[in-house]
C-alpha cells in the first residue's frame, strides 16, 4: 500500500523519535541512559509481558473493557499519561520499577578505628532486579583505611648483565620492609617475598650446549647457575632476615638474546596465588630488570606454539616446569591476569624499557632503576604513593545483555564512563562512585564484582530482569468476562484449551492459536496489518481514521490514503480505492493530476520512439532509454552476435535460420552492397558464420525495440584452406630427421662404450709386470726351446714316438722366464 510522500515522512519521523526517546540518550557501549522523552513504542503487543519489555516507558492497563468495539489489545500498552487520559486509573496500571536491595552493608572503617580487617567499600553486596532498558544507579562508596596491609613480591632478573643489582639487592630486604612499615604504620603490616626469573632454557633463547648449560657466565670467577625460566624462592612472609637469607644464596646466570622472560615470570606470581602467598592486603609486585621482555609469538622462534594457558605450573623445587612447552603470555593475558588477582606491578626498568609499560599495563607505575639498583627502595616507596592515591572503580567481564558505567563525586567524574576515575585520594578521604547498571533484555541471574583496581575488596552484584506483570488477578477460572472459557490475566482473557479470541468466543478445533493467527498474516507479517483483531483466522478489520472501513483478507486496504495533489484526494478527478486512485477517463497520472495527451510524445508514427509510453504528455522510457523521447540508450550494446545468424540467412540465404529464414528474423532488414556505408548512427559488426568466415556489416537501431537496418558486404573473409603438400612433405621430413637423430645417438653411445674399453685395456697395460729385459730372455728361452724340440725330433723320428712333458710340480705356476727352465723334454720308446 501506498501512502502520500509527506504522510510518510511524518510517519517515520514519528517512528524514529519514539525509539530514540525510549532508548534515551545512548552513545555506544557503556553510555548512560536518560529518560527525558516519556514515549512508548508502538506495536502488536498483546500482554502485559511483551508490552513491558518493548521499553522503560511502556504500561499497561488492565482495566476490563478498556478496549473498544474493534480495537486490538494493543492499544492497553502505551505511556502513563495516555493511558490516564483515556480512562485507566492509576491503580491498574501496570508499570514495574526497578528494586534494589543491599544485602550487605558494612560501615567504613574509621581512621582511628586501627581494625585488623578495614572495610574499604560499601555496601559489599547489592541484588537488583532490573526492568529491561531501565537503568539502576548503586551509590559505591570507598575510603582507603589507614595502616592497610601490604605484600611486596620482589621479582629479579638474574641474567649476567644484573650482577651488580644482585650483590646490592642482597642486603635491602631491611631497608624494604622498614619503608612498608612506614606506609602501612605498624609492624606485621608488611611482607617480603622474592623470585627469579631468566628465559625459556632453548634456542635461540639460551645456549643449549651442554657446557654451557651447566656455566652460561662469560666471566670463570664469579659464581654462577644454570639458566632457568622462573623459580619462586622465598613466600611472603614478615621477617626481613629471611629474605636477606634467602636472596644471599642465589647466584647469576645468563642467556643468549636481550629480552628476557620477566612476563613468563609474572604470569607464574599472578596465577600461584597460594604458592606466593598473597593475603587480604595490597598486593605489589616489583620487577627489576634492565631489558625489555620477550612476548607472546616468540616462542615460536624455539617451535613452541601452545600458547600460554594463564595457569600456575610450579613444581615442588619451585621451578616453572612449562616453560618450554607454553609460549610468553601477551601484555593483554598479563594485564587481566593482574587485575583478576588484584596484583599492581611496579616496574623497576631502565631508561629505554620505561616509555612502553605504563602503556601496555593499567594500573601500573614504572621507575628507572640505578645502574647497581641501589634507588630501588625509593622507586617503591614512590610508585606505592603513586598507586594509593588513584583509586580506578571497574568491574568483571561482563555478558552483551548488561552494561555497567560509572561517575564520581570527584573533580572531572561527572562524565560517564567504563571505569570511575578518583586521582590524588588520600588515606581516610571517603569518594563516591555511582556505578549504573542496565539490562538491554530479558536475562537469567548474573552476578559480577565491582571494585577499585588493586584492592581484594569488591562489590558483589546480582542482577534479574523484571519482565513478569504482577497483576494481583482473582485466580477465577470460567470468568464470564471470558464467555466462561477462561481467566482474566492483566485485564485479558486467557481462553482455555481449543478457544481463542479477545473473549474466548472462538473455538479452534483442531488448529492451534498460532495456525490461526497466520492466517491473519500477510507474508508473515503483523496481524491484520495492524487495523483489525484476528477472529478464527478471520481479520476483522476496524473503522479508519475517517470514519470508514479498512478491508481486504488482511485488512490491508482503505480508500483515505492514496496521492493527493492541491490537497485533493486522487487531484479531484478520480477515486481512491485500496491504496491507489482510479482516475477519471480523460485523466492519468498517480494522483490523477494531468489529463490524457500524447501530443510531445510522438515521433513520427509512434509514441516515444516505440520504447516507452506516454503519461502526462511525457514518455516514460523502458529498457534503459533516456527521455524525453527515448531516443538514446547509454547502457545498451549493439547485439551483433544475437543478430548474426539472421543476417547470415537473409544475406547469404546459409546457416541455421535457413529453413525458417522469415520467420525467425521478422523485424530486421538486410541490404546486401559492395561497399559499406558509415554513418554517424550505424555501428559496425563483425561475426563468424556458419562456416567460419567473417561476416561484415553496420546496424542501425530504428523505431521500437529489437528493430535493425542492417547492411551486409557481399564478400565475406574466409579462411585460406590447408596445404596438404607442405603438411605430409614436413610429416616425412621430421619422421627422416627424427631417424637420423636416433642413429647419431645409437652411433654416440657405441663410440663412448669402445672409448671406455680402450682407456680400461691401456690402464690394464700399464698395471702389467712385464719389462723389455723379461721380453728379450722369454724370446731367447723359445728359441732355445724351439732348437731343443728339433733335434729331439729328430734323434726320436726312427723310434716313431715323441712325448714332451712339463714337469707336474710347474703345471700350475705361470710360465715366466723362470718356469721356462725346468720346462725339460724326454723321448719315450
Known amino acids: 500500500m501506498k501512502y502520500c510522500p509527506l504522510l510518510l515522512t511524518i510517519t517515520l519521523v514519528e517512528q524514529w523519535a519514539a525509539m530514540t526517546a525510549a532508548r534515551g540518550a545512548m552513545c555506544g557501549d557503556g553510555a548512560l541512559l536518560t529518560n527525558s522523552g516519556k514515549v512508548c513504542s508502538k ?330 639498583s641501589d634507588n630501588v627502595v625509593k622507586l617503591i616507596k614512590d610508585a606505592y604513593s603513586s598507586l594509593s592515591s588513584s583509586v580506578i572503580v571497574t568491574h568483571d567481564t561482563l555478558p552483551d545483555t548488561l552494561s555497567v558505567a560509572y561517575k564520581s563525586n570527584c573533580p572531572g567524574g561527572d562524565k560517564p564512563g567504563e571505569e570511575g ?77 481449543g478457544y481463542l479470541g479477545q473473549r474466548c468466543k472462538c473455538s479452534a478445533g483442531q488448529r492451534d492459536e498460532e495456525q490461526l493467527r497466520r492466517e491473519c498474516r500477510k507474508d508473515n507479517g503483523t496481524e491484520c496489518e495492524g487495523r483489525g483483531d484476528c477472529v478464527c483466522g478471520v481479520c476483522q478489520c476496524h473503522e479508519t481514521e475517517g470514519g470508514k472501513t479498512y478491508y481486504g483478507t488482511h485488512c490491508e486496504c482503505d480508500d483515505e490514503h492514496c496521492h493527493k495533489y492541491k490537497s485533493l484526494l486522487c487531484g479531484g478527478n478520480g477515486r481512491c480505492r485500496c491504496g491507489k486512485c482510479e482516475c477519471n477517463p480523460e485523466y492519468e497520472g498517480n494522483a490523477c493530476h494531468c489529463k490524457k495527451s500524447n501530443e510531445q510524445c510522438k515521433t513520427g508514427q509512434t509514441v516515444c520512439n516505440g520504447r516507452g509510453t506516454c503519461q502526462c504528455d511525457q514518455c516514460q522510457c523502458s529498457r534503459g532509454y533516456k527521455e524525453p523521447m527515448c531516443l538514446t540508450c547509454p547502457g545498451c550494446t549493439v547485439p551483433c552476435q544475437k543478430f548474426g545468424n539472421c543476417i547470415e540467412c537473409l544475406a547469404f540465404a546459409e546457416g541455421p535460420f535457413q529453413k525458417n529464414c522469415s520467420q525467425a528474423c521478422p523485424t530486421t532488414k538486410v541490404k546486401v552492397v559492395d561497399r559499406l556505408t558509415l554513418s554517424t548512427e550505424a555501428k559496425k559488426c563483425e561475426v563468424k558464420d556458419s562456416k567460419n568466415c567473417w561476416m561484415d556489416f553496420t546496424m542501425e537501431e530504428l523505431q521500437g525495440f529489437d528493430n535493425y537496418s542492417v547492411e551486409v558486404l557481399r564478400e565475406q573473409r574466409c579462411p585460406e584452406p590447408p596445404n596438404i603438400v607442405a603438411i605430409v612433405a614436413g610429416s616425412v621430413a621430421g619422421v627422416a630427421l627424427i631417424g637420423l637423430l636416433i642413429l647419431l645417438i645409437i652411433k654416440a653411445l657405441i663410440y663412448i662404450k669402445d672409448a671406455k674399453e680402450w682407456k680400461n685395456f691401456q690402464n690394464e697395460k700399464k698395471k702389467s709386470k712385464w719389462t723389455n729385459y723379461d721380453f728379450l730372455c722369454l724370446y731367447a728361452s723359445l728359441i732355445f726351446s724351439f732348437i731343443s724340440v728339433f733335434r729331439l725330433t729328430i734323434r726320436c723320428s726312427k723310434k716313431r714316438l715323441l712325448r714332451w712333458r712339463i714337469p707336474h710340480s710347474l703345471e700350475s705356476e705361470p710360465r715366466s722366464r723362470h718356469s721356462m727352465k725346468s720346462l725339460t723334454y724326454t723321448c719315450h720308446f
Open 43 to 372: 506495536g502488536a503487543f498483546n500482554s502485559c509481558a511483551e508490552c513491558i519489555v518493548s521499553g522503560p516507558n511502556c504500561a499497561w492497563c488492565k482495566k476490563l473493557n478498556f478496549t473498544k468495539t474493534g480495537e486490538q489489545e494493543a492499544v492497553r500498552c502505551d505511556t502513563q499519561e495516555n493511558l490516564k487520559t483515556r480512562g485507566c486509573s492509576e491503580t491498574e496500571i501496570i508499570s514495574p520499577k526497578n528494586i534494589q536491595q543491599a544485602t550487605q552493608k558494612k560501615p567504613l572503617t574509621s581512621s582511628s578505628s586501627g581494625s585488623s580487617d578495614p572495610v574499604q567499600i560499601m555496601p559489599q553486596e547489592v541484588k537488583l532486579e532490573l526492568r529491561p532498558d531501565m537503568p539502576e544507579t548503586i551509590e559505591l562508596k570507598f575510603k582507603r583505611a589507614e595502616g592497610y596491609p601490604v605484600d611486596l613480591y620482589y621479582l629479579m632478573d638474574l641474567s649476567y648483565s644484573m650482577r651488580d643489582d644482585l650483590e646490592r639487592v642482597k642486603s635491602l630486604g631491611s631497608e624494604i620492609v622498614r619503608v612498608l612499615q612506614e606506609i602501612t604504620g605498624g609492624k606485621g603490616k608488611a611482607r617480603i617475598g622474592f623470585g627469579s626469573f631468566v628465559d625459556k632454557t632453548v634456542l635461540p633463547f639460551t645456549n643449549t650446549n651442554k657446557e654451557k648449560l651447566k656455566w652460561p657466565c662469560q666471566d670463570q670467577n664469579v659464581q654462577c647457575q644454570p639458566p632457568f625460566g622462573y623459580k619462586h624462592v622465598l613466600s611472603l612472609t614478615s621477617e626481613h632476615q629471611k629474605f636477606n637469607d634467602m636472596v644471599s644464596k642465589q647466584f647469576i646466570s645468563g642467556n643468549l638474546d636481550s629480552p628476557e622472560g620477566g612476563l613468563d615470570a609474572m604470569m607464574q606470581v599472578s596465577a600461584c596465588e597460594g604458592r606466593i602467598g598473597w593475603g587480604n592486603s595490597t598486593r605489589l609486585l616489583v620487577l627489576a630488570t634492565d631489558d625489555g621482555f620477550h612476548m607472546a609469538g616468540d616462542g615460536k622462534l624455539a617451535a613452541i606454539l601452545d600458547p600460554n594457558d594463564e595457569k600456575c605450573h610450579l613444581d615442588r623445587e619451585n621451578l616453572y616446569t612449562k616453560s618450554n612447552l607454553l609460549d610468553y603470555p601477551s601484555v593483554g593475558q598479563l594485564a587481566m591476569m593482574l587485575d583478576k588477582s588484584n596484583i599492581q606491578p611496579i616496574f623497576a626498568v631502565t631508561e629505554n624499557v620505561k616509555s612502553e609499560l605504563q602503556k601496555m599495563i593499567p594500573k601500573s607505575a614504572v621507575g628507572v632503576l640505578s645502574g647497581n
Open 421 to 497: 576515575i578518583c586521582d590524588k585520594v588520600g588515606i581516610g578521604q571517603e569518594v563516591t562512585f555511582y556505578v549504573q547498571v542496565t539490562a538491554k533484555e530479558c536475562i537469567k541471574p548474573v552476578s559480577f564484582n565491582v571494585g577499585p583496581r588493586g584492592f581484594t575488596e569488591k562489590m558483589r552484584v546480582t542482577v534479574t530482569t523484571r519482565c513478569e506483570c504482577e497483576c494481583d488477578d482473582p485466580p477465577m477460572k470460567d470468568n464470564p468476562h471470558c464467555n466462561g472459557k477462561g481467566q482474566v490475566k492483566c485485564g485479558t482473557c486467557s481462553c482455555e484449551e
